[in-house]
């Protein structure tokens, strides 16, 4: 995890006068940072800012940025599509995959899927979690979250793109198979991945076909076990990037 690394929702821009609060603020006071002493700040949108620390208040912290930094953001894209699932699974699901390197995530609610409410505490808190996972992993870009009342409703794709989902049949093919495959006949990890994984009960067959038919997904086996949503999309993610060299 870089040392001393904070996230404020804000522009960064050289020689600019910012305040962090709330829960970064927290932070920094914990560790007991004088005035006078540097931090970095990110924002999540691809700059990453070396300030220093001007004044304590009770409830925020002033800072002026020194220098900045920005990364561009990456053409080819790893998106992960996750059927509704349990809250704690969820969170747990977004703190790993962002920390692997996904740059959105998609929920959608399949008809097996739990009951989940997004509320504003929810979204919230899962910004919260997307938040310190790209602090821990030394990422600039705060992954985007997506919501979807259902599969058929998930229809714009980026052109260049390859669609995959999780498949349980006997017969589908390992992914990693799959995708040297693919290489050896195009650009496979230059376009933009899309990986859906199911509901802990299982895709329902109207979605299945939806993905095959509609969709022109590929069917792919992620393990040789069956695997958990939350694991399965850990997984996939985790092989993705690994191939992509994310």
Do not use: C
């Not at 927290?26 to 990110?42: C, P, S, W, Y």
């Amino acid at each position: 995890m870089p040392k001393d690394r904070y996230f404020i929702d804000q522009d960064l821009k050289k020689n600019s006068s910012l305040e962090i609060k709330d829960k970064e603020a927290h932070h920094i006071k914990t560790l007991r940072k004088k005035t006078g002493e540097f931090v970095e700040v990110i924002n999540g949108k691809g700059f990453l800012a070396k300030a220093k620390i001007e004044n304590f208040d009770k409830k925020s912290i002033k800072i002026r940025v020194i220098d900045v930094f920005f990364e561009k953001e990456k053409k080819q894209k790893l998106i992960l599509v996750q059927a509704f699932i349990k809250p704690n699974k969820l969170e747990f699901l977004l703190e790993k995959t962002t920390e692997l390197g996904i740059d959105e995530i998609w929920l959608f609610k399949s008809k097996n899927s739990e009951k989940l409410n997004f509320s504003k505490n929810r979204l919230n808190r899962m910004k919260f979690i997307l938040i310190a996972a790209i602090k821990q992993s030394g990422r600039l870009y705060l992954p985007k979250i997506k919501i979807f009342d259902s599969i058929k409703d998930i229809k714009n794709f980026d052109s260049n793109k390859n669609i995959y989902f999780g498949d349980v049949e006997k017969k589908a093919k390992r992914y990693v198979d799959v995708y040297k495959n693919r290489t050896k006949q195009s650009n496979e990890d230059k376009k933009t991945s899309y990986f859906f994984i199911g509901p802990e009960m299982g895709f329902f067959l109207t979605e299945i076909s939806y993905l095959k038919n509609n969709l022109q997904a590929i069917g792919v086996k992620i393990n040789s076990n069956i695997l958990r949503a939350e694991t399965a999309a850990i997984a996939a993610i985790s092989i993705a990037a690994h191939l992509l060299k994310l």
